[in-house]
């Protein structure tokens, strides 16, 4: 047999050879998964239409993707939305991923497709439960993020993201929304302007994410806490009694009507630092 190659520059699809010549898979099962991995990322396209699209029929196709499915190169996964609803997402593999019935074909050789090939390594590490409170309150906090980053990208297809792909932007996410950051924010950050071609949407989120963060918000100061004699009522630094009335000093009266205004003034502090204390805030005197 000689094989003529032809040298191709553009709309090309490199598969591994163990994939092709994998002989536990039927040529129906395997010239599926080469059609479906030669669709870019993101592509819809459900058994019904292959079917309807193929010679063989539903039936064949059926079986087939039951193949894919035993031998771990078709994935269909339901997802459960932060919202409630289901959403269905489908995964093709030209590597088996970790299933229980998949079996990795062998690279080449006299042991190609043996039954006994090693078990595929896990690829899909299942997040450790939360152990705390603490974890507890990171954890809803990470579902609150989520469900804001999916909301605000959903307008735009371009931005699909998987659930593992989103949590990882999550902690960017609640940054963002700790600052003081709205839905619209984050849509005004990320949705526009997106590049053309889109590799990878997952990479230019979290660019926009970092490089558009808004500053953080500036410490509130802690209010200013107010104190009054015990015996006057005078304004003073600490709870207690002022130095006049402790007998440290002595007070000496303003002359005349400067006396009344004095009075008149302490009164005004005493209402200012009641009003205060009692709501939480600094005083404002007006003169």
Known sequence: MRVHR???????TVLPN???????????????????????DGWREDGRHMADTSPQGRGAIRKALKELTEAGYYR????????????????????????????????????????????PKNRRKEPSLPASSADDGRAEEVREAVATLLRVIRPEPRLRL???????????VAQW???????????????PGLPTPMHSAAAVIRYRLEHKM?????????????????????PVPRP???????GLT???????????????????VRTALHAALAGGRPAHIAA
Not at 95 to 117: E, K, L, N, V
Not at 215 to 231: I, M, N
Not at 250 to 268: I, M, S, W
Request: charged fraction near 25%; aromatic fraction near 4%; hydrophobic fraction near 35%.
């Open 6 to 12: 032809s040298a191709h520059v553009r709309n090309f």
């Open 177 to 191: 929304l700790e600052r003081g950051s709205t839905p619209a924010d984050l849509a005004q950050a990320l949705l």
């Open 18 to 40: 163990a994939v092709l010549q994998y002989r536990r898979l039927s040529y129906t099962a395997r010239g599926l998964l080469a059609d479906l991995l030669s669709r870019p």
């Open 214 to 234: 808004p500053p953080a918000r500036p410490t509130a100061r802690p209010p200013a806490r107010y104190a009054e004699c015990a015996k006057c009522h005078d």
């Open 76 to 119: 269909v996964e339901k997802i459960r939305m932060p919202d409630g609803t289901i959403r269905t997402e489908t995964h093709v593999y030209d590597t088996p991923w970790s299933s229980p019935d998949a079996t990795r074909p062998a690279s080449g050789g006299a042991g190609a497709g043996r039954a006994d090939s090693p078990p």
């Open 250 to 268: 002595t007070r000496t009266p303003p002359p005349g009507k400067a006396a009344e205004a004095a009075a008149a003034g302490a009164a005004r």
């Open 162 to 172: 998987g659930e593992a792909e989103a949590a990882e932007l999550a902690p960017l």
């Open 240 to 246: 207690g009694i002022c130095r006049p009335c402790s």
